[in-house]
């Protein structure tokens, strides 16, 4: 799996070196380089994979892929301003806003998120029109008030509500802040070839709740050098987070379960997905 992320990472940044270049080098061209360095890259890995699984050309997947990227890049530089999380620190550099300023990140994320759905339409990238127009309004679904800036209304809220949410009400934020672009990534293959997405979008929720929980025990356990940006955030808020509702070793052991249910669903791939299998392992085994 680690060859297969460093083959998908060193892809992914040839590819935005590529379509960045007619960009010139103004503040808002360098920010969106900047962004869009570094990441573990588990989302373009997923599409990767899941077009290996269904026959479809790298040369192919590499539009989507690099597309997931820039809507996950964008989120993550408006998610870091002042008013949203007000971190300094993304990937252990600083974040746009800081190397920069405020205006700046903002034009970065509007232009990060416009790249996004140029790359995932791009005619080199799915094969058939439909499936461009698919995965197209996909992502459209997926990034926007259904999915992850609904999570993101929802994870601000929390900050000033009158109680901390319940479990069941965090499951359903983070499936639109965390999971709803990771169920995209997962399903894009199968989108791409026209094929069933049941297998991968079963895959994919339980991966990106893991995902999540997963960052919540690393807010607790990491460090802010290990981790590349601040931690205990959420504690110091007063935010329910899995840990805290949970318990540190039960929300461990609920990410190993749901690592296991995402596992089992791609039973129909044989072997041919065990690279998928191993991304879901490291979900729960990263320290950042």
Same mark, same amino acid.
């Given at each position: ?193 026209? @094929?069933?997405?049941?297998? $991968? %979008?079963? !895959? ?7 995902? +999540? &929980?997963?960052?919540? =025990? /690393? ?41 296991? @249910?995402?596992?089992?669903? $791609? %039973?129909? !791939? ?7 299998? +191993? &991304?879901?392992?490291? =979900? /729960?085994?990263?320290?950042?």
């Amino acid at each position: 799996m680690q060859d297969a992320r460093a083959a998908v990472a060193a892809e992914v940044q040839s590819h935005f070196d590529k379509v960045l270049a007619p960009f010139g080098d103004g503040a808002v061209a360098q920010g969106m380089r900047y962004a869009t360095r570094g990441g573990k890259r588990v989302r373009a890995l997923l599409v990767m994979e899941g077009a290996r699984l269904h026959g479809i050309a790298r040369a192919r997947a590499i539009w989507p892929a690099a597309g997931i990227e820039a809507m996950h890049a964008y989120s993550l530089v408006h998610d870091d301003l002042p008013c949203m999380d007000d971190d300094d620190m993304r990937r252990g550099q600083p974040t746009v806003h800081v190397k920069w300023d405020e205006a700046t990140a903002v034009l970065v994320g509007d232009a990060l998120h416009s790249l996004a759905f140029e790359l995932v339409s791009h005619p080199e990238g799915a094969p058939t029109p439909e499936a461009r127009a698919d995965l197209t309004l996909g992502l459209a679904r997926a990034a926007g008030g259904q999915g992850m800036v609904l999570g993101q209304e929802l994870d601000i809220a929390a900050e000033t509500a009158d109680a901390p949410l319940t479990l069941e009400e965090i499951t359903h934020l983070q499936a639109g802040k965390t999971g709803a672009l990771i169920e995209w990534a997962a399903t894009s293959g199968a989108v791409m070839a026209g @094929a069933d997405t049941g297998p $991968l %979008s079963a !895959y994919a929720g339980a991966l990106g709740l893991a995902f +999540q &929980i997963q960052d919540d =025990v /690393i807010d607790v356990t990491g460090s802010a050098e290990a981790v590349g940006k601040a931690v205990g955030k959420d504690a110091a808020a007063g935010k329910a987070t899995f840990v805290s509702l949970l318990g540190l070793d039960a929300a461990i052991t609920r990410a190993q379960t749901l690592v296991d @249910a995402a596992c089992d669903a $791609l %039973s129909l !791939y044989g072997d041919d997905a065990e690279t998928l299998r +191993q &991304i879901a392992r490291f =979900v /729960i085994a990263r320290k950042s």
